[in-house]
């Protein structure tokens, strides 16, 4: 299985209908990154954990739809974020599934973060990123997952997404991307 959270497809067009130039190149690139990992892991399931697509029906659709087939082997599930506002039938037109949240043995993906005495919690739509801290003020912000005793929150995986400061408890764990790596953040 292939976990991907928020990717965002479409928000290139989105911006660039409200007058703001974005190249439409991100998505496909966001897609190029997906089927180097499908190529390297071979999974049976791509999981979408919600905001697959930003906002109204565009282009980008389009070429997903054409990526889509170009997969058709894989099993794709979608669960619903705040931002899949598309009608089902896309949905539907390439084969995808969509959920609320879905239940594998005793985990429970979902979009937003769910608590749940029984059940961990993989999630994505906080888009976690860390701030490290150079010795000579230097600062950089990376991407990280956030991983506690209940749940697990991903890294938004769109390039055009933000990223919100963790605070992580002390019981929490922070995993840093850094150039294609993962780093443990004390």
């Known amino acids: ?62 070429m997903f739809s054409i990526w889509c087939n170009q997969h058709s082997h894989l099993e794709l599930i979608l669960i619903e974020g705040n931002h899949d506002l598309l009608p089902a039938e896309l949905y539907k037109s390439v084969k995808m599934d969509v959920v609320e949240r879905w239940v594998q043995g005793n985990i429970c993906f979902t979009h937003q973060p769910e608590d749940d005495k029984n059940l961990y919690n993989v999630c994505g739509h906080i888009h976690p990123g860390i701030r490290l801290l150079g010795k000579a003020r230097q600062a950089v912000k990376i991407p990280c997952f956030l991983i506690g005793k209940k749940r697990m929150i991903l890294p938004a995986f769109g390039s055009l997404t933000g990223l919100f400061l963790m605070r992580p408890e002390p019981d929490e764990t922070i995993i840093g991307i850094a150039d294609q790596s993962l780093i443990r953040v004390d």
């Open 1 to 62: 299985m292939l976990i991907v959270s928020d990717l965002h497809l479409g928000k290139s067009s989105h911006f660039r209908k409200s007058g703001i130039p974005l190249s439409l190149g991100a998505g496909l690139q966001d897609l190029d990154k997906i089927t180097e990992l499908i190529t390297q892991l071979d999974p049976l399931k791509l999981v979408f954990l919600g905001d697959l697509f930003h906002s109204d029906y565009n282009t980008e659709w389009d």
